[in-house]
Each structure stands twice: as C-alpha cells, then as structure tokens.
C-alpha cells in the first residue's frame, strides 16, 4: 500500500514522524530524487541550450515547422 510520508529536515538528517506499524529496522524508500540536469551544465553548455532553444523558437515563429504525424510516417 502507497503512502504520502513527510519529514523535516534538522541537522541534515531527515526527522519523520510518523505512526507505523514496521518492525524496527524496516528499511524503506521515501522518494527517489533526480538531480537537475541543467545543475550540472558548465556555462558554455548552458549558453548553447539557450541558444538551441532561441533557434527552435525562431524557427518556429517563421514558419519553419513540420506536422508530427507526417514526420513520424516518414520515417
């Protein structure tokens, strides 16, 4: 059964408290976090995503599209 658990962050650690009827020393997976991609971009990485983005904007302000479906079949 899935549940929503919350806990506190104190000294690092994260403090749940919350009622369960576990055994002691029950190991359990609160969530798996994944880390931002773009936090691990240097500069110049995030500056050429930007401007990728720019591009695929203007491209597509001009015009420059192409339906999914028809690109799809054609491949």
Do not use: C, Y
Not at 12 to 23: A, H, I, Q, S, Y
Not at 45 to 54: A, K, V
């Amino acid at each position: 059964m899935a549940a929503t658990l919350k806990a506190e962050v104190r000294n690092g650690r994260l403090v749940l408290d919350e009622p369960t009827t576990l055994p002691d020393g029950t190991v359990i997976v609160l969530a798996e976090v994944f880390p931002d991609p773009l936090a691990a971009m240097s500069a110049d990485e995030r500056l050429q995503l930007d401007r990728s983005i720019d591009r695929g904007l203007a491209d597509a302000r001009d015009g420059k599209v192409q339906n999914v479906d028809e690109l799809l079949a054609s491949l």
